[in-house]
């Protein structure tokens, strides 16, 4: 008989080890790596988004990606369980991984769900407490098997049916790596990431700028969202943004995003930010936007500035649409304008999601 199991996968050390734990048991393991757009992708830099490929070429396991896209969404705005220090719905989050690879599990004939959770490494979703919870909610009670906590946990229906041995599971508890680490080098696991502190929910920064984006747009295209991690953001009325890139990656990262009814600009012949307007935009957002542009070039320092700004038609090209001489932003207006200066009273006055 062959035992099937479906993994959460984040291409994290706790997740490879969970996976090895259960490969050395003669379990066939199907690893399902999640995405999303919140920084849970393989080409961002977040504890949720490791390189899922490696280890599973090195181990012998399958690796199939998911992206959870409006489900996920969703759950940020309106999380059951609430958010925790700031965007990041953990309870919510968990739980609906659970239900996707539920859902994986039924489709595959497999046996039961393998996660990489530790006890106490985690402070809103990895509480001993919450694991009940979260596989009730799930629809997943007595499937789900800890393998680095397994022993400090009650049986899952996979050690009292003896489809695996609890003995040689582990009793992980806490925010120590040295257990991990040690198990990697039994495991002859030699390449892992080091920890990081979460997806871009967890970013103080990056939960505002979504706070803000959602107070104004309560139902953001994925470009908008996607656009969060790039930049310097400026509200320049309730209905118009400008996003001003800080290097060339991030120039060419905007160009990558503009469509149809955008406008985009860029001081001509010296170094030069580009910068996206999107929303409804008049004469009085245009001249800021200009202004911040100029604010951001090589012609800082100079009295005024000829910005040229674009309209973006059909096909993404690119039309010309003004030559506008302003003078560079000053301190006054960035303070005004600049989305994460206003994060100084985020934790007094902080935006909230429009519920709708």
Known sequence: MVVKAAALFSGGLDSTLAIITMLRQGVEVTAISFQNHFG???????????DPYAAAEKFGFDVKLCHLADKFIDIVKHPKFGHGKNMNP????????????????????GDFIITGEVIGQRPMSQRRECFP???????????????????????SRAE??????????????GRTRRPQIELAREFGLTEFPNPAGGCLLTDPIYSYRLRELLCHVPEPPVRDINLLKTGRHFRLSCTCKAVVGRDELENNTIEAHVQEGDITMAVEDVGSPVTIVTGDVDDVALKAAASL??????SKH?????????????????????QITVAPADISMLDALRIEEKRRHARKNSPKPLRV
């Open 133 to 155: 919870l979260i596989d009730k909610e799930a629809g997943v009670v007595g499937m789900v098997v800890r393998p680095l906590s397994a022993k400090l946990l009650p049986p």
């Open 40 to 50: 849970c992708d393989i080409t961002d830099r977040s504890s949720c988004s490791k």
């Open 302 to 322: 100079e009295n005024s500035v000829t910005v040229s700004a674009y309209k973006i038609v059909g096909g993404g090209e690119r039309a010309p649409l003004a």
């Open 90 to 109: 953990c309870i919510d989050c968990r739980i609906l991984m659970l239900k996707e690879a539920k859902v994986f599990l039924e489709m595959t004939g």
């Open 293 to 298: 542009t100029a604010r951001y070039s090589d």
């Open 160 to 173: 009292l049916d003896a489809l695996i041995d609890r003995e040689r599971l582990h009793a992980f508890n």
